[in-house]
């Protein structure tokens, strides 16, 4: 259950709401207040209340509405929020500005890792020249093993706002832990939270309080169903950050041919589900360069609001995931390819939206 309080109540309305609500769901079941936009909402299970004590809610003046929600996330809900969050990226940096979920597709590229200046330099140009808008690459790398290259740390993220500087785009990289939330986001436009850590709960919270208004890109975790995923974005909103992408890049399936296994299904799904904008990995997803192109179509006709892809001036040499990593050359024919889709595909997106 949802309760939107509203906004003229003065503290002592809302000091009683909270009373009443935590004589009826005593001290083991938490309630979480947010303020969500211009909004301020009050999220609960609402299994254990009764009519009775859901009309007693309804009679405090500090309620402005009950949005009861079936499904067990509450705020990312379509149920909650008809319209789509659009997530603006990069504002009142030196670079500029992109939206997300605004409907047209973004493309995201870069680096697995930040590897060098050059290295990270060449790439950023790169991808400006490519058309994409938004540049990637990981300073803090979650390796499966301890005895690979694990990112360049603090060296990355200035790399990466010198980047930024340089082309104009935005940034977005990883962030593996709370503690270091505040820094990345100093320096990003955009936290990436991995799949390893699509339940790390601290860092979930971490990221909804103290992302100094950046957005979050939650990746699916390595076997993660769809509502835990969505459970996961709802800790980083509930927390006080509302501007979520999720980003599918494959799950764990029993066929190594490929790394993961591309749920694409899960892009219309998600549009039913939830009213974050949902992009897609294709490289994550596949793990080979040559099944990179036609999944990040196959991600745009599924109606994805945009791509992130791992390029590397040269793929062969890359210090991290340089199976998968594209050239330049074809990020261009990606991000052209990408625009004519879309054009395309106006037509019965627009349809789509006003039915
Ligand atoms: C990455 O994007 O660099 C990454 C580590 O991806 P994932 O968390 O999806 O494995
Ligand atoms: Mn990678």
Redesign the pocket.
Same mark, same amino acid.
């Given at each position: 259950m949802i309760i939107v309080v509203r906004s003229q109540a003065d503290s002592d309305e809302r000091a009683r709401l909270i009373e009443v609500l935590g004589r009826m769901l005593g001290t083991l079941r938490p309630l979480t207040v947010t303020r969500m936009r211009e909004r301020e909402v009050i999220t609960l299970d609402d299994s254990v209340l009764d009519a009775l004590a859901l009309d007693e809610l309804r009679r405090q003046s500090a309620v402005e509405e009950i949005v009861q929600v079936q499904t067990p996330y509450k705020l990312v809900s379509r149920a909650f929020q008809a319209v789509d969050t659009v997530v603006t990226v990069g504002e009142g940096r030196d670079c500029e500005p992109v939206t997300i979920g605004a409907g047209t597709p973004v493309v995201m590229a870069g680096p697995?890792?930040v590897e060098s200046r050059e290295q990270l330099l060449t790439t950023a140009r790169a991808v400006k020249t490519a058309g994409a808008q938004i540049l990637?690459g990981?300073a803090f790398?979650?390796r499966t093993s301890p005895y690979q290259f694990q990112g360049l740390g603090l060296e990355g993220l200035e790399l990466l706002a010198e980047a930024r500087a340089l082309t104009g785009l935005p940034v977005i990289t990883?962030v593996m832990e709370p503690a270091l939330v505040e820094t990345v986001a100093q320096y990003a436009d955009v936290l990436? *939270?991995?799949?390893?850590?699509m339940q790390n709960f601290p860092l979930l919270l971490a990221a909804g309080r103290q992302s100094r208004g950046k957005p979050v890109m939650l990746?699916?975790g390595?076997s993660s169903t769809i509502e835990e995923w969505l459970l996961a974005a709802e800790y980083i909103v509930a927390a006080g950050n509302p501007n979520v992408i999720l980003?599918e890049?494959?799950v764990r399936s029993f066929d190594p041919q490929t790394r993961n296994m591309l749920d694409l299904a899960c892009v219309p799904l998600l549009h039913q589900l939830t009213h974050l904008p949902v992009i897609v990995?294709p490289?994550?997803a596949t793990g080979r360069r040559d099944l990179v192109h036609p999944m990040s179509r196959a991600g745009i006709a599924a109606g994805a609001a945009g791509l *992130?892809l791992?390029v590397h001036p040269d793929p062969n040499v890359a210090l991290?995931?340089g199976k998968q990593s594209i050239t330049p050359q074809e990020l261009h024919t990606i991000v052209q390819e990408t625009r004519l889709m879309a054009q395309l595909m106006g037509g019965a997106f627009l349809a789509e939206q006003v039915a």
């Amino acid at each position: 259950m949802i309760i939107v309080v509203r906004s003229q109540a003065d503290s002592d309305e809302r000091a009683r709401l909270i009373e009443v609500l935590g004589r009826m769901l005593g001290t083991l079941r938490p309630l979480t207040v947010t303020r969500m936009r211009e909004r301020e909402v009050i999220t609960l299970d609402d299994s254990v209340l009764d009519a009775l004590a859901l009309d007693e809610l309804r009679r405090q003046s500090a309620v402005e509405e009950i949005v009861q929600v079936q499904t067990p996330y509450k705020l990312v809900s379509r149920a909650f929020q008809a319209v789509d969050t659009v997530v603006t990226v990069g504002e009142g940096r030196d670079c500029e500005p992109v939206t997300i979920g605004a409907g047209t597709p973004v493309v995201m590229a870069g680096p697995c890792a930040v590897e060098s200046r050059e290295q990270l330099l060449t790439t950023a140009r790169a991808v400006k020249t490519a058309g994409a808008q938004i540049l990637r690459g990981g300073a803090f790398k979650p390796r499966t093993s301890p005895y690979q290259f694990q990112g360049l740390g603090l060296e990355g993220l200035e790399l990466l706002a010198e980047a930024r500087a340089l082309t104009g785009l935005p940034v977005i990289t990883e962030v593996m832990e709370p503690a270091l939330v505040e820094t990345v986001a100093q320096y990003a436009d955009v936290l990436q *939270i991995g799949a390893r850590n699509m339940q790390n709960f601290p860092l979930l919270l971490a990221a909804g309080r103290q992302s100094r208004g950046k957005p979050v890109m939650l990746k699916r975790g390595l076997s993660s169903t769809i509502e835990e995923w969505l459970l996961a974005a709802e800790y980083i909103v509930a927390a006080g950050n509302p501007n979520v992408i999720l980003c599918e890049r494959g799950v764990r399936s029993f066929d190594p041919q490929t790394r993961n296994m591309l749920d694409l299904a899960c892009v219309p799904l998600l549009h039913q589900l939830t009213h974050l904008p949902v992009i897609v990995d294709p490289s994550h997803a596949t793990g080979r360069r040559d099944l990179v192109h036609p999944m990040s179509r196959a991600g745009i006709a599924a109606g994805a609001a945009g791509l *992130i892809l791992e390029v590397h001036p040269d793929p062969n040499v890359a210090l991290c995931d340089g199976k998968q990593s594209i050239t330049p050359q074809e990020l261009h024919t990606i991000v052209q390819e990408t625009r004519l889709m879309a054009q395309l595909m106006g037509g019965a997106f627009l349809a789509e939206q006003v039915a």
